[in-house]
């Protein structure tokens, strides 16, 4: 099992940049592929970023790329997403998961994820 805790969310101006940080608690967190979504108030939570066990293979909804950027420290049991020019249609929760199936490097779907931390919010001003 594993917790996982957001942090780095806030208010920001539109065309601003944030770095979300998620901290997961265990030995084993180099076993778990991870990903980030984020959820807007009435809509679905979406995918933002897919990240694999090594952090080399990754994944972004076309939606995401170019702006977002999922990373991870396995040395330091810490998932990244790093915002950039950010917009007032990016404010949501955002949300780290962890996924724990072994036949799956990634998922891009929030039923592929076991474990999931309580949410940041991220607020974008025009």
């Known amino acids: 099992q594993v917790q996982l805790v957001e942090s780095g969310g806030g208010l920001v101006q539109a065309g601003g940049s944030l770095r979300l940080a998620c901290a997961a608690s265990?030995?084993?967190?180099?076993?778990?592929?991870m990903g980030w979504f984020r959820q807007a108030p009435g809509k679905e939570r979406e995918l933002v970023a897919a990240?694999?066990?090594?952090?080399?293979?990754?994944y972004y909804p076309d939606s995401m790329k170019g702006r977002f950027t999922g990373s991870r420290d396995n040395a330091k049991n810490t998932v990244y997403l790093q915002m950039n020019s950010l917009k007032p249609e990016d404010t949501a929760v955002y949300y780290c998961?962890?996924?724990?199936?072994?036949?799956?490097?990634?998922?891009?779907?929030?039923?592929?994820?076991?474990?999931w931390g309580q949410g940041t919010q991220v607020t974008v001003s025009s």
């Open positions: 998961a962890a996924g724990s199936r072994t036949s799956t490097v990634m998922s891009r779907t929030p039923a592929g994820y076991d474990y």
């Open positions: 265990g030995r084993t967190f180099s076993a778990y592929y």
């Open positions: 990240i694999s066990r090594s952090g080399g293979p990754t």
